[in-house]
Every structure is written in structure tokens, then in C-alpha cells.
């Protein structure tokens, strides 16, 4: 059974940091694509950042910069470094594996 545990969101001010963290089980972590989705109060799910078996990712272009995705294959985790906080990144954090969620960490930025 695959199973996503997210964890380390907070609140923080603005321009502050974060580390999220998924551990991840039931499937091979190794090579899967692993993303990170948030979803805003009131608004729908959007792509944050994904990552491949080959440790390269990809990032929506409003994170560009300051957030880092990382994956930890020893540890079956993986990390989304956020920097730089604004408000708008105000949201429920989910780790997504092959369609299943976890069940969230929640972030909010303020001013």
C-alpha cells in the first residue's frame, strides 16, 4: 500500500523559510517521480515541483528560485526547501505519488 506522510509545514513571515518533508513507502521510491501540489484557501490544486529518478526537476514559475525540491533514496524522502516565503504561497502542501496524496501539511505565510 503506498503511503505518503508530509510534515514541517508552520506558519512563518514573509521572507522566511521552510522544509517540508514526504516519507514515502509501499512502492519503489527509487525511480519514481515524486511532486509536490499545494492547494490555496479557496482555490484549486497546482503543480509546485516535481522531481525524477535522476535527482532532475522541474518547478512551477512562480517558485523559480526559491523553493528546492530534493529526494533522499536512503531515507525514502523527499524535501521541498522554501525560501523566500510570500503570503501567496499560503497553502496545503500534498506529496503525489501515481495519482495517490498524502495527507497534507498546511503553510501560511504572513505579511
Known amino acids: 500500500e503506498v503511503q505518503l506522510v508530509e510534515s514541517g509545514g508552520d506558519l512563518v513571515q514573509s521572507g522566511g523559510s521552510l522544509r517540508l518533508s514526504c516519507a514515502a513507502s509501499?512502492?519503489?521510491?527509487?525511480?519514481?517521480?515524486m511532486t509536490w501540489i499545494r492547494r490555496a484557501p479557496g482555490k484549486g490544486a497546482e503543480w509546485v515541483a516535481r522531481i525524477y529518478a535522476d535527482g532532475s526537476t522541474d518547478y512551477t514559475e512562480s517558485v523559480k528560485g526559491r523553493f528546492t525540491m530534493s529526494r533522499d533514496g536512503a531515507r525514502n524522502t523527499v524535501y521541498l526547501q522554501m525560501n523566500s516565503l510570500k503570503p501567496e504561497d499560503t497553502a496545503d502542501y500534498y506529496c503525489e505519488f501515481g495519482g495517490i496524496w498524502g495527507q497534507g501539511t498546511q503553510v501560511t505565510v504572513s505579511q
Open positions: 509501499g512502492f519503489t521510491f527509487k525511480t519514481s517521480i
